[in-house]
């Protein structure tokens, strides 16, 4: 925990640095990058990390993680086509993580595959299996794919996890399996099991001590069934001659616990990067925001209220105040609760004094959304302006 004082010293630093970018701005400090980077290398010594994109959104990003090396390896893609678009900015083992339908999508991997790329499609049935297949075969190229692996939890009353595959019994894994071994123009390159609701479930949430208690025995309980199920459907694949090359499991929230499964070769990895604020209530968790944005204090309303131009930038998922923005510094800063973040204005209450003019920073609640408000990230290191990163957004690319 910092002291205030450090806090304010890192406010001043900031306000120092920025002053004659016009706000609002985005900003990547590399250092506080750098010591995520440590912790993550740190955590899977013996496990491949597969970079999630979608919590990063720019390309000189990913590129910068890939060059610090092992075990930094293969991105995980959110859509078909920003698989394509990374493909063209040289990046390659681009594995897209939900299925893709759209025939002409399907189409383009299958010519970038023939082009001696490496692009793996998502499949969790036999439809998904029988379409890839079909182009695959109208272009005689074989496509790989990933058989993705349902790992969430059925209580009366309570589903842990998310939904998305269907696969949640080994028969019905072992048919869809079977589908793509019999088939000539696919082949089984790897299997996913992505266990969100460790991944993704904070444990130590503020104001909550019985539903982190609840969601704890929850966890520890999935932590055990993932293992269990991922090694017998893995070796129940192997004694039919199946043997992918990658076992993709995982996620930032659940890394220290993925990387104890022998059976897992790779764990995706995005979120700790950036680190937002959705992964401030993990136990374990202890990484470093290293991206932020800042809003200009235009108005003083009250004496204790600045208000900035500009701010909602509101994160996806189930809708709660998780999901706004959140200012850290200076230290103290809170939003005001009636308004929250704004389209507009953001109005923040604070007791120190500020002028009109001055930043106010803020964290994203997610890792990559940031980056679909801004065009560039300014890169920060050793107390200066280093780079401009342009974002995805920054070079016209926008995929969800
Ligand atoms: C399939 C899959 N794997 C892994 C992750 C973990 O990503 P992150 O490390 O950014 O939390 C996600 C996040 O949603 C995901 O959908």
Redesign the pocket.
């Known amino acids: 925990m910092l002291s205030d004082s450090t806090h304010n010293q890192h406010y001043m630093d900031y306000h120092k640095l920025f002053c004659n970018i016009p706000k609002p701005f985005a900003f990547l400090d590399l250092d506080q990058l750098n010591e995520n980077i440590r912790t993550v290398k740190s955590i899977c010594r013996n496990k491949a990390v597969r970079i999630?994109s979608k919590?990063l959104r720019c390309v000189p990003v990913i590129q910068y993680l890939l060059q610090t090396g092992s075990p930094f390896q293969g991105i995980?893609c959110y859509t078909a086509s920003e698989a394509l678009f990374l493909s063209k900015n040289g990046l390659d083992d681009l594995l897209v993580?939900y299925p893709v339908w759209d025939e002409a999508m399907i189409h383009s991997v299958a010519c970038a595959v023939k082009e001696g790329k490496t692009i793996i499609l998502m499949v969790d049935c036999d439809e998904h299996v029988e379409r890839i297949a079909s182009i695959a075969h109208r272009e005689k190229v074989v496509l790989p794919v990933c058989l993705d692996m349902d790992l969430s939890v059925s209580f009366p009353m309570l589903h842990f996890g998310v939904y998305r595959s269907p696969l949640s019994t080994l028969d019905a894994f072992l048919q869809v399996a079977k589908t793509i071994h019999e088939s000539r123009s696919v082949r089984l390159d790897g299997v996913?099991g992505?266990e969100a609701q460790v991944?993704?479930v904070g444990e130590q949430t503020p104001y909550q001590p019985l539903k982190n208690l609840l969601i704890r025995l929850l966890k520890k309980h999935s932590v055990r069934r993932c293992s269990r199920i991922r090694k017998e459907w893995i070796d129940a694949l192997s004694q039919e001659g199946l043997t992918p090359r990658f076992i993709n499991g995982?996620?930032?929230?659940s890394l220290s616990e993925t990387a104890k499964e022998e059976t897992v070769t790779e764990i995706?990895?995005?979120?700790?990067f950036y680190s937002p604020t959705l992964f401030d209530h993990y136990r374990n968790l202890h990484y470093q925001p290293a991206a932020g944005f800042a809003l200009e204090i235009t108005r003083k309303p009250r004496s204790d209220v600045y208000t900035c131009t500009g701010g909602g930038y509101i994160a996806s998922g189930a809708a709660g105040s998780d999901r706004l923005p959140r200012p850290f510094l200076p230290k103290g800063a809170s939003l005001v609760k009636m308004e929250g973040a704004g389209e507009v204005q953001t109005p923040v209450r604070l007791k120190s004094k500020l002028h009109l003019g001055d930043p106010i920073f803020f964290r994203h609640a997610k890792?990559g959304e940031l980056c679909e408000h801004f065009n560039e990230l300014i890169v920060v290191s050793n107390g200066a302006i280093v780079d401009r990163f342009p974002t995805y957004r920054g070079e016209g690319a926008c995929f969800l």
């Open positions: 999630a919590s995980m993580a996913m992505y991944a993704g995982g996620g930032t929230g995706t990895v995005g979120s700790a890792a």
